[in-house]
């Protein structure tokens, strides 16, 4: 994944939480208060601040999969680090090696939708995993095998995430593409904490949301919300 | 044989003493048994509405992941240093002194292994699954180097808990054969594994207690390591620190000598041991305790400087919160009631007293709790992204739990006290004997080397050598 952050505004002139942590949160029942994509706003040296969506990292040298106990937490050969929740025995080792706070534990039943009934756990959803697991975001596996990319990107107003292959070399934000390595190159990318060694698999543009048209020195987005969760605790009540 | 002499006094006093907690149980005990029992109750309490709840009934949550029963964990396992420190290396470089306090503590290393090893287990998110741990386990998890070293651990030290036992079981099997209960008779029968005394079984004994206590030095020194690793093998900055094994055994060491000098101040209070454990124990002991003072003081200067030389964001950040912020009570506590007083009431030969002692003792075992706590919850506040520090209080069910699990320790220390003698009878005979031989040796040797005249002319004045000594019958390896 490649996110310019040049284009990212923290979606403050949608006048909405982030789109991508929305579409996110309505459309893979991420439990509160997870936020598998976070925006963080992030001070600049001058004064001002910068908007920073964080998903998973999904680390080449991922930190969780090297001390996970039980082997429940791997590289697919796509690239991409999933979490079995049928396996995981909630010891939250993963969660203490992850320099970027990407992993998220169910510390109570996790709440879900009504219209979630009939969803079949796998770690490719996630939806169903117990409580005493840890979930994350895992880049929409089941979208990917379907040809589509992933939910944050296509709610992403300003095109400002980009999914691609290494491999192959593309990438896309739905809007156009472009050629991985000279798109990374040309733009100066860089990873976040480059120096631990991890090797993300998230690659960002520098930028403060220019192209969206955002002053630095405008501060504050609107807080993330989970718009289901009332059905979800109504559900719960009425005894799932 | 003829009139019992001063060697043969002493033995039969101290069998006495030594086997009267397992003869005599008084209304006291069955309060206190009462009252653990009660705390240990209210601890399962908290725990059946944590497996009820889930872990949601804690304070921990994503940013602070780990708490109380962590924390929990490396103390009890340091705890469990005691055993090995005293035993094992007092063994080896053969302090006689070490006799009378040695089965006191190979228990605490026993039961502070027992109770250590529940607490991951209690913080575990899945304890239905804890089997996936044998079925799926990776060689390439910390988590499972701890599972291995303290299994290995808790192995290795019953063991050693058990070989010098033998010869004390065989003398309960001979001395508590009047009014015991069948089963208590018949346990020392089997436990003491048909022990004579013969030659051969002591040459036997010898060498297998020779061998353990070789063994689990090396093994006390991994586990705590091991469980430091923990911490150190992640990316976050207090804790990814290659000092953090040598720092977690020095802290183990310490927070195991404060352990054993409380458990011998309450067990020689209770059973009135004040001929055995005398006050030479307890200075001795505080000498260790000073020595570690300073060692721990070492490693924090070491750690505190080298990293807050440099003074990265993260460090900055975590040096505010010890120094001034949210953990300034517990660390100044650390600091100044958990290194500094100790030390001083160690230090001063006004306060160098058992009170002045026990009160050092009391002093670290709080100071490590801190320590522990800081560490763990301390390393985990540092925020890793661009956010508000989070903050972390255990709730009811960590606290009723951490009650449980000192209630616990209690409480096994209490059952142990009614099933085993907890001072090695036959070792501090063994090491009275060869004192009653050597003293007085050594005594007129020095005595004749400081007469001017030389010993032949003052050959009178020499003081009175033991009565009976050759005749008095050898219990346990002999004299050599």
Redesign the interface.
Known sequence: MVIDLRACDGCQDEQAPPRCTAACIQSRYVPE??EWIEC????LPGGGTQF?P?PCQQCQNA?CV???????TWHTPEGTVLIDQE???????C???????R???????PPRPPETAFVRYSPENQVGA?????MKCDFCPELARAGWIPYCIQACPHGALYWGDLEEDLATNGKEVVVLSRFLSEHHAYRL?EE?G?RPRVYYVPGHGQNAGRDPQRRGRHPTRWPWKGKARRWARSGR | MGAIGPVEAFRRRLEERALAPLTRTGRGYYLLVGGLLLVVAWGLYAYTSQLR????V?G????I??GLYITLFVLFIGISHAGTLISAILRVTNAGWRAPITRMAEFITVVALMVGALM?LV????PD??L??L????W?????WD?LSITTYLTGSVIYLYLPLIPDLALCRDRLLQGAPRWRRRFFRVASLGWRGTPRQRRLLGSAIGMMMVLIIPVAVSVHTVVSW??A????EPWDNPMFGAYFVAGAIFSGIAGIILLMALLRKIYRFEEYITARHFVNLGYMLGAFVLIMIYFNVSEYLTTGYKMNEEVAFHFRQLFAGELAPLYWFYLLGGLLVPGLLILLPATRSVAGIVTAAVLVTLGMWAERYFIVVGG?RVP????EAASYAPTWVEWSIMAGAFAGFGLIIALFCKLFPLIAVWEVAEHHEEEAVRVPRRVALAWAMTRPEGPERAGAEWPEPVANLEDTPVLGGGRR
């Open positions: 208060p997870m963080y706003e992030k001070e920073i964080t930190p090297n001390v996970c106990p039980v082997g429940a396996r995981c025995i909630g010891c939250r080792l969660m203490a090696a992850c320099p970027y706070d992993r998220f534990f169910n510390w109570g039943d117990p409580r005493g697991t840890v904490k631990l991890t | 709840e889930g872990l949601v804690t921990m949550r994503d940013r992941m780990w991951p913080d575990l998110g899945r699954r804890i996936n741990l079925l799926y386990g990776r390439q998890s910390p988590v499972v599972l923990i911490f093998m992640t990316l976050r985990l890793l992204m661009p956010y």
